[in-house]
Nanobody, 116 residues
Framework: QIEFVESGGGLVQPGESLTLSCTHS???????IGWYRQDPGKPRELIAS???????NYADSIKGRFTIFRDTAKNTIYLRMSSLKSEDTAVYFC???????????WGRGAQVTVSP
């Protein structure tokens, strides 16, 4: 498995929460990992990242609402999304920021739809 695998997407109402999971066959806990999202017709954007050392960074659009964290035992990176808004509707992907130029690493993503 060379591509990342995202899961946990779904349909939720505004204000609700959702947690996405990101896994890979390699040890991604030892890597910098980012969560990206893409709306149809728009470029994919980096919204959250966590470094190997555990330092996190967030885009202004999701700061204070989303949290990126990891479970070392499960080799999984999570994105906890709270107070979801309709504008958060997108397909969410995870990847190593150093691997994004290689299409083989991109997974199918997780569709998140926020709608009343």
């Amino acid at each position: 498995q060379i591509e990342f695998v995202e899961s946990g997407g779904g349909l939720v109402q505004p204000g609700e929460s959702l947690t996405l999971s990101c896994t890979h066959s390699e040890n991604i806990i030892r890597r910098d990992i980012g969560w990206y999202r893409q709306d149809p017709g728009k470029p994919r954007e980096l919204i959250a990242s966590i470094t190997q050392a555990g330092r996190t960074n967030y885009a202004d659009s999701i700061k204070g609402r989303f949290t990126i964290f990891r479970d070392t035992a499960k080799n999984t990176i999570y994105l906890r999304m709270s107070s979801l808004k309709s504008e958060d509707t997108a397909v969410y992907f995870c990847n190593n920021p150093n691997w994004t130029s290689n299409p083989k690493y991109w997974g199918r993503g997780a569709q998140v739809t926020v709608s009343p």
